[in-house]
């Protein structure tokens, strides 16, 4: 069995997990996520603790049951904490503004740049040049943060550009004469 998948996952207080045929819920102060199982992987609730198994030794079997654990994990520290994601706008007149369920963004181009926010996610700007995308769901998190650097990626050579906060650009040398 996967390495991954033999630890069971803990509920910790006030996370509680509803294993039903082939989906499991987990509930929590944030929210509730539900994760449909693959057939052949199996979920059984000890106590405070799941445990993720699968019949037959079939093959990759091994593999989607840690992935299923960890996709279990991710879902009680999201319902439990949340995610977030903090990015920042490097370059001269980048400016970020949330205007109801739309996130505007100006980055240089002709134009304006409107981003829906999607559901489940929430996007904050403590300034004009620093957004804040969280959310329970660690893969709408990421997502809507990777969407929104892919608008204007970091350049090269001035690192200009949406970037992860924290993120580290290796900017070329310029070219010589």
Not at 34 to 51: C, H
Not at 148 to 164: A, C, D, L, S
Request: charged content about 25%.
């Amino acid at each position: 069995m996967s390495r991954v998948a033999r630890k069971p996952v803990e509920l910790p207080q006030g996370v509680s997990a509803t294993v039903a045929g082939s989906a499991v819920t987990v509930k929590g102060a944030k929210g509730s996520l539900t994760l449909s199982l693959k057939p052949g992987i199996n979920v059984a609730q000890e106590q405070q603790k799941l445990a993720v198994s699968f019949g037959e030794q079939s093959e990759g079997l091994n593999a989607v049951a840690g992935a299923t654990r960890a996709h279990l994990a991710n879902m009680v520290l999201g319902v439990s904490k949340g995610y977030e994601r903090k990015l920042e706008l490097v370059g001269v007149g980048y400016r970020a503004q949330v205007q109801g369920r739309a996130l505007n963004l100006t980055l240089g181009f002709s134009h304006p740049i409107s981003f829906a926010i999607p559901e489940g996610i929430t996007i904050e700007t403590p300034s004009q040049t620093e957004i804040i995308v969280k959310g329970i769901d660690r893969q709408k998190v990421g997502q809507a943060a990777a969407e929104i650097r892919g608008f204007r990626p970091p350049e090269p050579y001035k690192g200009k550009g949406v970037r992860y906060s924290g993120e580290k650009i290796e900017l070329k040398e310029a070219k010589k004469k």
